[in-house]
C-alpha cells in the first residue's frame, strides 16, 4: 500500500521556491530519511503531508488529502514536529488525559507502560522537565497511538548522544512492527544510517537521491586511495574527492568493487559522505534551483 | 482523571478494534474546554478571589451594620429602603460581571496566540481535532463559561452575604419587624437575565479579540483596539462627527438601555441597584437590529478565526 503519495508538489513563499515539483512515493513499512540542507524544503514538504499547509501539485497520506482532511488524517497520522511543542504548562497526567480524551486509537496502559521506563513523574509539569524527558514523554504518547504514518521532523534535535540512542532504540523495538511508517528528517544523519530502510536526499526543493538502503549500499563505494594509484582512481570518475590526513578518499557510484579493491581500502559510505558528495560542492545556480531560493531563505519561510 | 480507560490490547486484532471505536464529536469539544481550563487557571481563580476580597470587605463592614444601615438611609435621603437593603448584593454581582469581563478580554486576545508564541500549536494540530473544535472551545470561554461561572459564583456569594446578615442582626438584636433582606430569588433572576444579556451584547467583542489573537503576530491588545479607535478618530477629523464613536460607546456600555427599563411608569429613572423583574424588556432587546448587527459580525469574526488557524503555524 501506498502511504504517501506526491506528484509535482509546489509551495512558494512569495518570491522563494521551497518544494519545486516534488514527486515521490513512500511505501507501507518504510523508514524513510528525508536528508537535505537548512531550507532544502524538508519541513515544507513535512508540514504538506501533514495537512499544516497549502500546496499545489497532487498529494495524497493515506489515499486522504491533508489540507481539506487534517483533523481525520490525524487519527492515522502522528507527528513529533520538533522538540519542545508540547505546552510547557501542561502536566504530565494532563497530557495523557487530554490525549486519551480526544484521540480514538491512544492507548493509555501501553502510554503508562513506555512512561514508566522514564524518570518521568505524572504530577510534573512540562516545563519542569529537561529537553531529553520532554521528547521521551512526547515518544511515550506518540508510540502509544495506533497511527499507520510516524512523522518526525528533527525529532532529535539538542538532545546529547544518549537519549538519541535511547529515542531510535525504542522506536524500533517498541514501536516499528513492520506495518508502520515512519518519515524522518534529520541533520543527525549518523544517528539514522542504521534505521532507515529509504533514504531521500532532498535540495533546493527538488528530490535529488531516492533510493533503498539495500540500494545505497551496494551501489556506492568509497575508496582510501594509495597514492601512486590515484590517477588510476581517477580514471574510473568517482562523483566525489576528498582528502583527509594526506590520503585521498574517492567515492564511486556503481563503479565494480573487485577494480576498486585494487587501488585501496574500500567500505560503504556515510549517509553523511555521500550528502557532502551530491550536495556538498553544488553550483549555486542549478537547474531546478530559482533566484531568492538560497539556503536558509526557505527554512525560515516554512517554519 | 479520565473516565475512559481506552486500554487496548497489542495484537493486531486489538488494533481492529480500536480502529472501529468511534469518539463521540462532542468529546473532542469537552476535552478541548478542560483544556483551556487546566491552561488558564485565572478563568475560575479570578472570581473566586473577587468573591473572597468583596467578602473580606463585607465581613469587616457588618460591624457597622446598624449604623451604618441607618446611616445610609438618612445620607441617601429618598432613596426606597429596598434598594438599601438591594445594595450588597448588587454590588457582589457587578463586581463579579467586571472580574469576568476582564477576564474574558485578556482570554480572548491570548487565546489564539499563545498557542502559536509557544509553538504548541503543532502539538495541538498534530492530534484529531478540528480547527473549527478548537476555536469553538475558546469562544466558549467568554461566551459561556465566564458568564455561567459569573452567575454560580454571584448566587453563592449572595447566599453567604444573605446568612452573615441575618447571623449579624440576630447578634445585635435589631427589631426582626423591620426588613432586613431584599427580595434575594428576584434579583437572581434578573442578575441572570443580565448576564445573557451582557454577553450576547458584547459577543461581537469577544469573536473579534479572538480572531485578532489568531492573526496579529504580537500586540494583540494594540491590535484590537487602536483600529477601531483608529476609524473614530478618522470620522471625527474628516466628517465632524462620531458615529462610529458612539457605536462603540453604545457596544461597551449600551446593554442595559437595550435590555432594560430603566424609567418606571410615571417616567421617574429606577435605581440600578434594584431593578424590579418587571423593569426588564427582553422584547425590545431582542428586536434591537443592533443586537443582531453585532451577532452577525461576532459570526464573522468566529468563521474567519476558524478559517485562519488553519493557515496558521507557530511565530
Known amino acids: 500500500m501506498t502511504v504517501i503519495e506526491a506528484r509535482g508538489l509546489r509551495k512558494t513563499f512569495g518570491t522563494t521556491i521551497a518544494l519545486d515539483g516534488v514527486n515521490l512515493r513512500v511505501e507501507e513499512g518504510r523508514i524513510v530519511g528525508l536528508i537535505g540542507p537548512n531550507g532544502a524544503g524538508k519541513s515544507t514538504a513535512l508540514s504538506a503531508m501533514l495537512g499544516l499547509t497549502p500546496y499545489q501539485g497532487e498529494l495524497k497520506v493515506l489515499g486522504r488529502d491533508p489540507w481539506a482532511e487534517r483533523d481525520q488524517l490525524m487519527r492515522d497520522v502522528c507527528f513529533i514536529a520538533d522538540v519542545a511543542v508540547l505546552p510547557r504548562w501542561m502536566r504530565v497526567s494532563q497530557a495523557f488525559d487530554y490525549v486519551a480524551g480526544v484521540h480514538p486509537r491512544f492507548d493509555r496502559v501501553k502510554a503508562e507502560g513506555f512512561l514508566a521506563k522514564t524518570d518521568i513523574r505524572h504530577a510534573s509539569k512540562v516545563r519542569e522537565l529537561s529537553k531529553g524527558m520532554v521528547t521521551q514523554l512526547h515518544l511515550a504518547l506518540v508510540m502509544a497511538i495506533d497511527a499507520k504514518l510516524l512523522v518526525l521532523d528533527e525529532p532529535t534535535l539538542g538532545l546529547d548522544l544518549l537519549y538519541r540512542k535511547q529515542f531510535y532504540d525504542s522506536l524500533l523495538n517498541d514501536y516499528y512492527d513492520r506495518s508502520r511508517t515512519i518519515v524522518v528528517t534529520t541533520h543527525q544523519v549518523e ?109 525560515g519561510a516554512a517554519k | ?206 469573536c473579534w479579540f479572538l480572531l485578532v489573537s489568531g492573526w496579529a503576530r504580537r500586540a494583540t491588545l494594540v491590535w484590537a483596539v487602536l483600529p477601531p479607535m483608529a476609524i473614530a478618530v478618522v470620522e471625527f477629523i474628516a466628517f465632524h462627527t462620531s458615529n462610529f464613536g458612539s457605536l462603540l460607546h453604545d457596544r461597551l456600555f449600551g446593554f442595559t438601555g437595550a435590555a432594560f427599563d430603566l424609567t418606571d411608569k410615571n417616567g421617574v429613572p429606577i435605581d440600578a441597584h434594584f431593578i424590579p423583574l418587571t423593569q426588564l424588556a427582553p422584547g425590545r432587546f431582542l428586536s434591537n437590529p443592533s443586537l443582531w448587527l453585532g451577532l452577525v459580525f461576532a459570526a464573522l469574526c468566529f468563521v474567519a478565526a476558524v478559517r485562519l488557524r488553519r493557515y496558521q503555524g507557530p511565530i
Open chain 1, 191 to 299: 544517528d539514522v544510517q542504521n534505521v532507515l530502510t529509504d533514504l531521500m536526499f532532498i535540495n533546493r526543493g527538488r528530490i535529488v537521491l531516492d533510493c533503498s538502503m539495500e540500494e545505497f549500499e551496494s551501489r556506492y563505494r568509497e575508496v582510501n586511495v594509495r597514492p601512486e594509484q590515484l590517477a588510476a582512481a581517477r580514471a574510473f570518475k568517482p562523483i566525489h574527492e576528498r582528502h583527509v590526513l594526506g590520503r585521498s578518499i574517492l567515492l564511486f557510484d556503481g563503479a565494480e568493487q573487485h577494480r576498486l579493491a585494487a587501488l585501496g581500502a574500500v567500505r560503504t559510505p556515510s549517509i553523511a559522505d555521500l550528502f557532502v558528495a551530491l550536495l556538498g560542492n553544488e553550483p549555486a545556480d542549478k537547474p531546478g534551483s530559482k533566484p531568492g531560493n538560497q539556503a536558509g531563505g526557505s527554512q
Open chain 2, 1 to 206: 482523571m479520565t473516565t475512559q480507560p481506552n486500554a487496548a490490547p497489542e495484537s493486531p486484532l486489538g488494533s481492529q478494534a480500536i480502529a472501529q471505536t468511534v469518539l463521540s464529536p462532542t468529546r473532542p469539544l469537552y476535552w478541548s474546554i478542560r483544556r483551556e481550563l487546566w491552561e488558564n487557571r485565572s478563568i475560575y481563580i479570578a472570581p473566586l478571589a473577587a468573591a473572597a476580597v468583596y467578602l473580606f470587605g463585607f465581613l469587616i463592614s457588618l460591624f457597622w451594620v446598624p449604623r451604618g444601615m441607618r446611616g445610609m438611609m438618612g445620607a441617601h435621603g429618598p432613596m426606597p429602603p429596598i434598594v438599601v437593603l438591594a445594595m450588597p448584593y448588587a454590588h457582589a454581582a457587578m463586581l463579579l460581571m467586571l472580574t469576568t469581563s476582564l477576564v474574558g478580554i485578556f482570554y480572548s486576545l491570548d487565546a489564539l496566540h499563545g498557542e502559536r508564541r509557544d509553538r504548541s500549536i503543532l502539538f495541538w494540530k498534530s492530534l484529531p481535532v478540528s480547527d473549527l473544535t478548537t476555536v469553538l472551545s475558546k469562544a466558549s470561554i467568554p461566551l459561556v463559561v465566564l458568564p455561567l461561572l459569573a452567575f454560580a459564583v454571584t448566587v453563592a456569594l449572595q447566599l453567604i452575604i444573605l446568612l452573615l446578615s441575618g447571623a449579624a442582626l440576630l447578634v445585635n438584636r435589631a427589631g426582626a419587624a423591620t426588613p432586613w433582606a431584599p427580595p434575594l430569588f428576584e434579583m437572581q433572576l434578573v442578575s441572570l437575565y443580565g448576564m445573557i444579556v451582557l454577553v450576547l451584547w458584547h459577543a461581537p467583542i469577544y
